[in-house]
């Protein structure tokens, strides 16, 4: 019987002044069709396969952000910066 054990990738997404970003898209580069989004008190998670992913965060006036993390690491802490252009 093989098994696929699931783990969870689990965060928060902050700004510079370490307010809440909540409703960003939070995507995984490598899954197709693997993403969610940040709920109200600025958290998010995904259920995936054990392993080390390239995230990628959009939010409305916030610059991309992209960065690698692994379903070992416990939460990820991501902070945004607003885009001074928009």
């Known amino acids: 019987m093989l098994c ?8 928060v997404i902050l700004d510079q002044n370490s ?10 580069l490598e899954l197709k069709n693997r993403e969610t989004v940040s709920d109200f008190d600025d958290k998010f998670n995904l259920e995936i396969l054990p392993g080390s992913y390239t995230l990628k965060v959009v939010y409305k006036e916030i610059v991309p952000v ?8 416990g939460v990820v802490n ?5 885009d ?3």
């Open 84 to 86: 001074q252009n928009l």
């Open 4 to 11: 696929n054990a699931q783990s969870s990738l689990t965060g």
């Open 19 to 28: 307010n809440p970003v909540p409703e960003a898209s939070i995507q995984i």
């Open 66 to 73: 992209y960065l690698r993390a692994d379903t070992l690491g």
């Open 78 to 82: 991501i902070i945004c910066f607003h």
